[in-house]
């Protein structure tokens, strides 16, 4: 039987942690395993992190909107900020000589590597929405 | 509570920090950068990371590990890492950092490799 979760979180540091830790009960109740919920717990601290930082940009008067479901055959998050956007094409790769010693630029990777499937789009109403499956 | 504790230890002139907690976003990427800055603040510019007690890291306190690492090259120092946990290992492949830091399993040989 699919679940599902939704709630809304302000564009601060603290909704990092308190996203991670909703996955991980929402993930354990379904019983998934340590190395699966690492996995979803990596991908949700990086997204909502970019949600804050780089979309809404700690501004707590935009929200960001986190879900997470349970179709029996993926597990999907999506987090959804109210900032400006970006391409995700532009993003440098943080694995290129040039920009192994840059501080920041890592998410994303992380994200990709930790989940099977990776998606950015606009949704009406203006900001970025990520979504990410990871199969059972 | 902390998200991160930071001990420091002398051996010689190598300062080992043993890291335990959370290197994440915020409070814990901070107190490793205050720690570090300080450090160089006194002169101290070989440095061992002790990363044992580290049970999650994430793309900041990664970020956090090259800021140190090219502050204190900065400085005519070296950093160097000890006792990866196997998520740590992983991520730091993932983002080909193993090619950038000196990464020991033993703390004795971390050591005689400063010398």
Known sequence: ?136 | MADITIAERQAGDVTILDLSGKVTIGEGSVALRNAIRRLLGEGKNKILMNLAGVGYIDSSGIGELVSSFTAVNKEGGTLKLLKLTQKIQDLLAITKLLTVFDVFDDEAEALSSFE
Do not use: Y
């Open chain 1, 1 to 136: 039987m699919p679940q599902k979760q939704e709630f809304t979180l302000p564009s601060r540091i603290e909704s990092i942690e308190e996203a991670a830790l909703k996955a991980e009960q929402f993930a354990r109740k379904l019983g998934f395993g340590d190395d699966f919920i690492s996995a979803i717990d990596l991908a949700v601290r990086e997204s909502v992190t970019n949600a804050v930082k780089h979309g809404n940009k700690f501004d707590e008067n935009k929200q960001v909107e986190v879900s997470f479901s349970d179709s029996g055959e993926a597990f999907e998050i999506t987090v959804r900020d109210f900032g400006t956007g970006f391409t995700v094409e532009d993003v440098p790769d943080p694995t290129d000589a040039e920009n192994l010693l840059k501080v920041s630029g890592r998410g994303i990777l992380f994200m990709r590597s930790f989940m099977d499937e990776v998606e950015w789009s606009n949704p009406a109403g203006g900001g970025m929405l990520v979504k990410m499956l990871k199969k059972q």
